[in-house]
């Protein structure tokens, strides 16, 4: 298993940038010996460095997190299980064969967080997931080759003007039936989205966050929507957040 790490060259720059959460992930990925590569690449975007507006031009971000992170796939043997995750808002609670065992029991090609939030809703895109089930790109992992895939079909129907990679997968996951199983970590096992989640339903034990209810322990965290200092005022994310 290869975990991912994808930023632009003039990361520091960017309002998205949170030099405590980033120092925090790198030293948790060291701590926990996850075999890790960082790829810290040019990239210019109207809306780089600044994401002021609700939704970016169109594109803007999806010729940086798809199409440079596809040709970068291909430098990886087929078969490996990646897992993407963003750099600014995300933090291992478990080592990796944990999570490698997790996605495992999904039997599955790709598995992607689960969020309450459809992002972006523009058109009809709610429409695609009556239950809910929406997906979140900040973190995700599968086979290479499937991946890739994905992505392909992604870059083939670009005619749409996908916002970025978060867009095509929301839509092109419902629509794609070729030999790519995907699925959505509802009881967040692998991935725990935390924008606009009940935290109430979750305590600690030692150095994990566990559910009251179903004691699922959920191996990465994911601040998504901006929510990394929020986060940090609640006690329970803030004491295995460290």
Known sequence: ??????????????????????????????????????????????????????????????????????????????????LYTDAFDTYFLSDENEILEKFKSFNADIVFGHEKNCWPNIKNEPKLYPNGDFINAGVYIGVNSKIRKLMEYCMHLNSLRFYDDQHAFLILTKLMREGIKVEVDLNRELIFNLDINDLNQFDTID????????????????????????????????????
């Open 207 to 242: 150095d994990r966050l566990i559910n009251k209810d179903t004691k699922i322990k959920p191996c990465i965290l994911h601040a998504n929507g901006g929510t990394y200092d929020d986060m940090m005022l609640n006690e329970p994310i803030k004491s295995v957040w460290i």
């Open 1 to 82: 298993m290869k975990t991912i790490l994808l930023l632009n060259k003039e990361y520091e720059t960017s309002d998205r940038y949170n030099k405590d959460a980033y120092t925090k992930l790198l030293k948790k990925l060291k701590d926990k010996n996850i075999n890790f590569d960082l790829h810290i690449k040019d990239y210019v975007s109207s809306d780089f460095p600044n994401y002021k507006p609700l939704l970016p031009q169109p594109h803007s971000f999806f010729s940086f997190k798809l199409e440079l992170f596809y040709e970068i796939l291909g430098d990886y043997p087929t078969d490996e299980v990646i």
